[in-house]
């Protein structure tokens, strides 16, 4: 069988994952691991899942935990999410949250339902490199957003115009973002409102990190702070334009694909069509553990994995400025799992990882698949996620040494 | 927000299924429900999947059962599987294997494999309305599929070139059909082969159903005559253009959303990559609790399903001979869950669900969904899967009633 002529043209674009490949290295027990951006398993909440699942095999449950369910999503799931948005700054109803596998479904769902081929996405350099896989089935083309070189939206539309499409939405990872760890301030999320506005375009807020603040001051999600602008002539989440994704992978547990969509009720109704075509809906079963876990512990428990990572990030940090040669540079964030390594302009990530694991068996990510034009070949990102404080003095002991070898 | 603006082209084609919507109606107690092609979830083995979530988060498993896992799908379910396929015919190993969350999300997937916009895919009439639904939102063009009608490849292949594209897969739910209730027989499984030959075209052989025949003999899967044919010449499934979705949702359970595809290795590679980039993974513990369930009872409980749902089959054929009025006619399936009715050609099953609902409270699927080009008004789809005995005497008694009056 020839495959090749009855491939759809999009599956040009289809490219192995790195991080998903390396998550096999960490199989390897002498590998010292700061890839993959996975939570410490020890850290799950294995008890209290253990008792929602049995509770939702109990008699007069079971039926449903195990039968079909509505695409939408589980209703007591999607009310504690309406209730948990609300918290957050951004008043909604449950019409207002779908369910879906995972936060990396929904960056999948919203490149399907709004970019067609060569239509403009505009994104970070670096972004998650998640999202860019997600997109490209739909092949678009990526244009930088930086929301201080004050491009005008003309300039991003007339650019969009000659790849033969229009400038469909913004993505943006907000809090500790992936891969570089940082937070977009207040007024940049402002400015990128304003832009959003100004193109006519829809804004994807990937707020997966977002609970993991370890200090600083929370910066309102985009999402709330457009509610904001619309209070004050009567709108609500109605009448944004911002589409917030949120997941459980980071803080309850990645293993049951439970993440959601909360926006205006007209983008909820045609994902949630898609969904109905796509894979009828998540796991009944999962979404209500989830639904039980969350509603039981969610906020003393991710009080708990705060305290232990910010622990990690402060010993990496100590150990980076202790361990790293000259002409390094790095992130400092104030939440999630990453670290962002900015090494001499004449290194390359990915030849610096081939040697690592060779001679020093430290694991990290090259920073280059998370720049949509390739470029960025002389960073890494480092996860202190999952290393204990001996892992990582020596594991950043080693990488200092390897680079200064250099 | 002007959604309309940001919208993809693909986005005309997403509609609601019927079938989903009146699952909604399905909880009103007063309604008797022929919708649906859902198990009874009194079947369901409960306590054994109690005890495979037990075990899963057991000390020492918990970690991977709740952690992020390989796009593949869990190993000793892939294995499971393998020696499975190799049961019915289909020799293969486990890099033969993809886990899906059902086989909803498989025909999604090989739809985005396969379809660029206006490429063919052919299609029984009628054929099931959740593949439409799947490989709608790739902008297909849909041709009839009837091994009978002698058409050759070259006429089917002009007809494609016509529509901007060429015929990439024949699609057919092979075993006690959904929506007819038929099954494929061997001959004209054998057509469709040669035909996909002539064509350079792939299969996609939809078994939902398979593992429900309750008398007659079985066929063999395409994949399994496929692999048949090329062994002959020191073949195997590595030269085959059959690609086979199965599903546990009929067997085990659907509300745990597992489900795989059979396929030579080259096909399994790209939607490793496509669902890496899709949603990372099927969740990890739903894996965990079927792999176990399955190798624990699957053959002893999938012949108990058989056994209730052979009963059902045989009470609800006998009804329909008694209650139905001349100018009816309806399939008499070997096994699965459906029984397929034609009314007589002045009848819509539109209209006539809109009157039963009203004024007999019988619910059923209209027909005219599962037909490419809207044929098919004058067809309706029951389910015997959910209805007791009792149930199925009343219920077609009230339908045999409304048609006799129309």
């Known amino acids: 069988m020839q495959w090749e002529q009855v491939l759809a043209p999009r599956m040009g674009r289809m490219k192995a994952s790195e991080i998903r490949e390396l998550l096999k290295l960490l199989d390897q027990p002498d590998i010292i691991s700061f890839a993959g951006g996975i939570p410490d398993p020890a850290l799950f909440p294995v008890a209290a899942f253990q008792g929602a699942l049995t509770a939702a095999l109990a008699p007069g449950k079971a039926d449903a935990a195990l039968q079909y369910s509505v695409s939408e999503g589980y209703l007591p799931l ?9 918290g957050l700054g951004i008043p909604c109803g449950v019409d207002n949250i779908l369910i879906t596998s995972g936060s990396q479904q929904a960056l999948d769902y919203l490149g399907k339902l709004m970019i067609g081929t060569g239509d403009t996405v505009l994104v970070n350099w670096p972004t998650y490199m998640g999202a860019l896989g997600a997109f490209n089935a739909y092949e678009p083309v990526y244009d930088r957003l930086d929301p201080r070189d004050n491009r005008g939206a003309a300039e991003y ?55 993991l603040r370890f200090d600083g001051e929370a910066v309102p999600p985009i999402l709330a702070l457009e509610i904001a602008r619309k209070a004050k002539t009567g709108g609500s989440i109605e009448d944004c334009r911002t589409i917030y994704c949120g997941s ?38 999962n979404q209500m553990a989830i639904a039980d876990v969350a509603a039981n ?24 400025s202790r361990e790293m040669p000259k002409g390094v540079s790095w992130t400092r964030p104030e939440g999630g799992m990453f670290v962002w390594i900015t090494l001499p302009e004449t290194m390359d990530g990915a030849a610096l990882l081939a040697r690592s694991l060779e001679t020093e068996r430290v694991a990290f990510v090259p920073g280059r698949a998370f720049f949509a034009d390739g470029s960025g070949g002389n960073t890494i990102r480092l996860s202190f996620s999952r290393a204990d404080e001996a892992a990582i003095d020596e594991g950043i002991r080693r990488l200092g040494r390897l680079i200064a070898a250099d």
């Open 297 to 320: 512990l969610f906020e003393s428990h991710v009080a708990g994995l705060r305290e232990v990572y910010k622990a990690r990030r402060d010993h990496m940090l100590a150990a980076l």
């Open 248 to 285: 459980f992978s980071k803080t309850l547990a990645p293993g049951l694909r439970v993440g959601w969509v909360c926006a205006a009720s007209p983008v909820i109704g045609r994902l949630v069509l898609m969904k109905q075509a796509a894979d009828l809906h998540s796991s009944t079963l």
């Open 78 to 86: 999607r009310q504690w999410l309406a209730a948990h948005m609300t």
């Open 157 to 211: 539309t007339a650019k969009a115009a000659e790849a033969g499409g229009r400038v469909k939405f913004a993505y943006l990872s907000v809090d500790f973002a992936n891969p570089t760890g940082e937070t977009i301030p207040r007024a940049d999320r402002e400015r990128v409102l304003d832009l959003a506005d100004d193109l006519g375009a829809a804004i994807v807020e990937d707020a997966a990190y977002q609970a």
